[in-house]
């Protein structure tokens, strides 16, 4: 009988530190199901391209990767020959990359700044600019970079944070989940 109410004693204690380390992630909420749509619409807040909506592209049949980045974060821009190669693989089968630059500093809201971001990188998607955070709050996002692959019926259907590379991980997962989308597309 010892023996059975220590373990029960064990048990309860385990819960109680579980459940308290996912009660002290603070405020961390994960993405919405759907994609939200984009909220800057002004032309002067777009990239290479004319303002999109979501609705639109979803319409058009399109699988989306939202590249969350800001010009001055490292990871961010050691990742984009990675997200380069997957755009020139893949979007003449339907992938839309679309990337959201939410500036961490004010020299980062500059647009001329970040249009010489955009050619030293050689970035050719469209890019929203969303300096008063209102997608990055849309999306639940906290981390640059981070990237979010939303299928047909614009639902978010994978989502990785953090730098990537061909071949790494983080890539083979996130190009296995849009092979997958593109299979299911035809």
Not at 19 to 26: H, K
Not at 152 to 178: P, S
Request: aromatic share 12%; charged share 20%; glycine share 4%.
């Amino acid at each position: 009988m010892k023996g059975l109410a220590f373990i029960s004693a064990a048990l309860f204690s385990i819960a109680i530190i579980s459940n308290s380390a996912v009660s002290n992630q603070g405020n961390r909420k994960s993405p919405p199901l759907n994609l939200p749509e984009f909220t800057h619409q002004q032309a002067n807040s777009w990239i290479n391209s004319n303002p999109l909506s979501v609705k639109q592209l979803i319409a058009d049949n399109k699988i989306l990767l939202i590249d969350m980045w800001t010009f001055d974060c490292w990871n961010c821009y050691r990742s984009f020959p990675w997200l380069n190669a997957l755009e020139k693989k893949y979007q003449k089968q339907g992938l839309q990359i679309i990337g959201v630059h939410t500036p961490e500093f004010d020299h980062e809201k500059i647009r001329a700044n970040i249009v010489k971001k955009v050619k030293e990188f050689d970035l050719h998607h469209p890019i929203m600019i969303d300096n008063n955070f209102s997608y990055w709050r849309a999306l639940n996002n906290r981390y640059w970079p981070a990237y979010y692959l939303v299928n047909q019926q614009g639902q978010i259907v994978y989502h990785h944070i953090g730098e990537t590379h061909q071949g790494d991980r983080k890539a083979r997962n996130l190009e296995q989940a849009l092979q997958k989308l593109l299979a299911d597309k035809k």
